[in-house]
């Protein structure tokens, strides 16, 4: 697993001039697919997160990084409104430049009010370079008063329900990092969720377990599981593999994809 160290040298002198083209030692792999719940679209196990794209030193470094893992074979990249202050979904939008229709493409948003909620919609759709995505979601449920405030009159969720319906997006969801009570809620408080996003990892049962109080609540509903955090961002990483953090997180029940925050090529080739 050396290679997950090399971020100082993978990205240094790549020159992004419009064309991209696949990095030399990169080569494309077979990544395994599944299907994603009830949505039942085939997605690949693993996905790029881009809440890490804030790693790379500039907007046009983060599209070729982008456009290197699309070469290397990867087909699901999640994204999101806050990440980066936007940067990211505009270094996604560069990197997938005339190949979106080939990629599962994800955001996400933390307006809690229909009004703003649409309005990240726009800017999103704007950034990315695309007029829908496949999944949209609610980002960063953390209480029952953000749960409160997008399910009532006027609330983010009258936005996500317009836009499936009007076919800016195929799917909704919605994440969350800290609390999974609240995750446990928003899954009962709500039928028709295609996803959910939430920590999926080998430590997880030590303090506030995901995986002992929502996603049994999610399999019962049938609602797949995106797993983040699979990594405990990198702090695993000093006792486990890549492999053994990716096989525990996907061999939980109702845990279709790992989302991976990855900001080399070498570290998507370890987690493949």
Excluded at 210 to 218: M, S
Excluded at 221 to 248: E, H, M, W
Aim: glycine letters at 8%.
């Amino acid at each position: 697993m050396k290679r997950r160290v090399f971020f100082g040298t993978t990205l240094a002198g790549l020159p992004v001039t419009g064309a991209f083209a696949a990095p030399a030692k990169a080569r494309a792999w077979d990544i395994p697919t599944t299907t994603l719940g009830r949505t039942g679209v085939k997605v690949q196990v693993l996905a790029q997160g881009g809440a890490r794209m804030d790693l790379h030193p500039d907007i046009p470094s983060a599209a070729q990084y982008v456009r290197e893992v699309y070469e290397l074979g990867l087909r699901y990249f999640d994204c999101a409104r806050l990440y980066w202050n936007g940067q990211s979904e505009e270094a996604y939008g560069l990197g997938l430049q005339g190949v979106r229709k080939n990629v599962f493409l994800t955001s996400k948003s933390v307006a809690r009010t229909a009004k703003d909620a649409e309005k990240d919609l726009e800017t999103s759709l704007r950034l990315l370079k695309t007029d829908y995505l496949d999944l949209w979601q609610i980002h960063n449920i953390e209480s029952r008063e953000d749960i409160e405030a997008v399910l009532k009159p006027g609330g983010a969720l009258e936005a996500f329900e317009a836009a499936k319906k009007a076919g800016k997006c195929r799917f909704i969801g919605f994440t969350g990092h800290f609390d999974p009570e609240a995750h446990a809620a928003m899954l009962k408080a709500y039928d028709r969720w295609d996803t959910v996003m939430m920590p999926v990892h080998a430590a997880d049962h030590a303090y506030l377990s995901f995986e002992q109080i929502a996603l049994p609540v999610a399999v019962e509903r049938g609602v797949p599981t995106q797993a983040i955090k699979v990594f405990g961002k990198a702090n695993l990483l000093r006792s486990l593999s890549s492999s053994d953090c990716l096989r525990y997180a996907l061999s939980q029940p109702g845990v279709p994809v790992a989302i991976c925050g990855c900001v080399t090529v070498g570290q998507m080739e370890d987690n493949i």
